[in-house]
Structure formats: structure tokens, C-alpha cells
């Protein structure tokens, strides 16, 4: 079965009154997602606490001192205005890291087939020393390295479809050629990363894919039948990770891309694919960005609904 990785640690993160990044964001996941009509289709499991030593897999010890000191004087800033913490987020960010690190260990330990980790607060624009966009740890880039160090599996693919570039993710996985990232995304649009790409014959890199304000899904398509299966298909990828962003639909009120709920569905299916060839099926998913609550739970049930068949 899929896995789904949830705990109410995700809705304990409190970035106040008004902030898109909100605690119903992954209540009205978990709404959708005990539906009925996913009865004996998702395993529902608790996530461990990632460790200090597995987050400084990506991040400046130093960087992990200050966040973990700024949230005991919380309510604060981390950073800057858009990352807010609170004195509960210390633990949801170290949760929301674990889940990822408990859903590639048991997916590779036959739990279950793929999974899927509605978590927050997010992770792909954290940097190596710097929290942003917010994001507190980078959950994706932190799973990456788990897969090498800890189960020395070093062909990673991870695909980025959230609206906004994924900065953080990039610059820390620069310069593995062991690791391809993908990023579709809007541009210009926050952060203004994101234009150029760096792949290597035959072995990993960055392949972005900027895309104009009013792209819809038949210019996202293009890309995924298009650069990236054929960069896929070069690479042929030992693992799976999807940065999740439902931002991209035409209901959200941070980008201005024109996707459908059926999209997200159809982008799934193409990376599950990759998936099913190459690395038979093994995929973890965690969620990035979404913030029109209705659009986010249908988009995430449809994102689940693509890692049920392909499971």
C-alpha cells in the first residue's frame, strides 16, 4: 500500500494569524485523505523525529544552533518575515524531516510500495545556513543524502513541481552528479532562481524548466514528455523523491500558472512511470507549497491517487 506519514506535530507549527503557511493546510489533507474511498488502499504511519546529526547532513551546524535557538524565544522570526516559528515548531521541523527519513526506510524495507508525507512546516527553500520562503529544513535534500549515506544508493532522482523554484534544494545538491534535480516552475516569480540549468552526460545535474505567468498544463506536459523524460531516461534513477507543491494550480493565490486538480495527477503519473522502469516504483513524496485549501486537498488526493496505482 502507499504510505501516508502524519502527526498532529504538523499542525502544532504555528506561524500566526493570516499567514498563508497554515495549520489547515494539512488538516484538510488528512480531510481527503480518510475519505472512504481510500479504505484499506493507505497505510497511515507515524514518522519518527529526524536527528540533529541527519539534518546537518545538508545544513551548517551553526544554522541548526541559531533556529533551535530562535524558536525558545519564540514567537519569532527565523530569518525573515515569511519563515515565523513558534515554540512548538522545533519539534514539527524535525518531524516533518523524519517523515520523510521513516518513508524511505520502509519503503526500502517493503512497508510499503511509496509514500506520501503531507508535512510542515515545508522544506525546499532552506539553505545550508539560512531559513526562507517558509521553510525551516530542507526535508527533500535531507532525504537525498539518507539515501546515500545510510543505504549507498547514489542515483537519486527528485522532480520539484512546485510554483516557486526550489533554491534551497539546488544549492545544496550542486555538484553531485550522483543526484538530478528537476525543477518546473514560474518565472519570474519568487525567489528568481531557477533559470539555468548544469546536467552531465549520462549522470546528474540541474535541469529547470522556467516557465511563463499563464502556463498551463499543456506547456507543463510538454516538459515532462519532452527534456525530462529524456534526462530521466539517460540517468535511470535508483530512487524517487517528488517536492510536492500544489501551487501551481490556477486557484492559488502565490503563483500564476494555470494547472488543474487532473494535472498534478497526470505529472505524477509520468514520474511514477520513471519510477516503475527504473527502480521499481520506489518513490517518497513530501509536501511543498499549496495554499487555496480546496484546490491543495483535491490536488493531494489526486497526487495519491497516481502513487496507489502505480503501488
Known amino acids: 500500500m502507499t504510505g501516508i506519514l502524519y502527526h498532529e506535530d504538523f499542525i502544532n507549527h504555528n506561524t500566526g494569524m493570516g499567514h498563508p503557511e497554515r495549520p489547515s493546510r494539512v488538516s484538510s489533507i488528512k480531510s ?19 536527528t540533529e546529526e541527519e539534518i546537518a547532513y ?15 524565544k ?14 512548538e515548531s522545533w519539534q514539527s521541523a524535525l518531524r516533518a524531516s523524519g517523515a520523510l527519513l521513516t518513508a524511505v526506510d520502509n519503503v526500502l524495507g517493503g512497508k510499503y510500495s511509496n509514500a506520501f508525507c503531507p508535512v510542515r512546516p515545508p522544506g525546499h527553500h532552506s539553505r545550508y545556513s539560512m531559513a526562507m520562503g517558509f521553510c525551516i529544513f530542507n526535508n527533500v535534500a535531507i532525504a537525498a543524502r539518507h539515501l546515500k549515506e545510510k543505504h549507498n544508493i547514489h542515483k537519486i532522482l527528485i ?10 534544494t539546488e544549492e545544496m545538491l550542486t555538484g553531485d552528479n ?23 552526460a549520462h549522470s ?6 522556467p516557465m511563463p505567468p499563464g502556463s498551463d498544463e499543456e506547456d507543463y506536459l510538454k516538459i515532462f514528455n519532452g527534456p525530462l523524460h529524456d534526462h530521466v531516461n539517460m540517468f535511470m534513477p535508483e530512487f524517487v523523491l517528488i517536492s510536492a507543491g500544489f501551487d501551481a494550480h490556477r486557484d492559488d493565490p502565490l ?17 511514477a512511470g520513471f519510477a516503475d522502469i527504473y527502480c521499481d516504483g520506489k518513490i517518497v513524496s513530501t509536501l ?9 486537498a483535491a490536488s493531494s488526493g489526486r497526487h495519491v491517487d497516481a502513487l496507489i496505482e502505480v503501488g
Open 32 to 50: 481527503e485523505l480518510t475519505k472512504e474511498k481510500y479504505d484499506g488502499k493507505l497505510l497511515w504511519d507515524e514518522p519518527r523525529l529526524a
Open 204 to 209: 546528474g545535474g540541474i535541469l529547470n524548466a
Open 288 to 296: 511543498e507549497g499549496g495554499y487555496d485549501l480546496e484546490s491543495l
Open 74 to 87: 519564540s514567537p519569532a522570526n527565523l530569518d525573515s518575515p515569511d519563515t515565523p516559528v513558534s515554540p
Open 159 to 168: 522532480v520539484d513541481f512546485d510554483v516557486h523554484h526550489c533554491n534551497g
Open 255 to 271: 503563483g500564476d500558472i494555470n494547472l488543474d486538480t487532473e494535472t498534478f495527477y497526470k505529472m505524477t503519473k509520468i514520474v
Open 178 to 200: 550522483d543526484i538530478m534535480l528537476f525543477s518546473i516552475h514560474q518565472h519570474p516569480h519568487y525567489p528568481g532562481t531557477g533559470q539555468s540549468s548544469k546536467m552531465y
Open 58 to 72: 545538508v545544513h551548517a551546524p551553526e544554522y541548526i544552533q541559531r533556529v533551535k535557538e530562535t524558536i525558545k
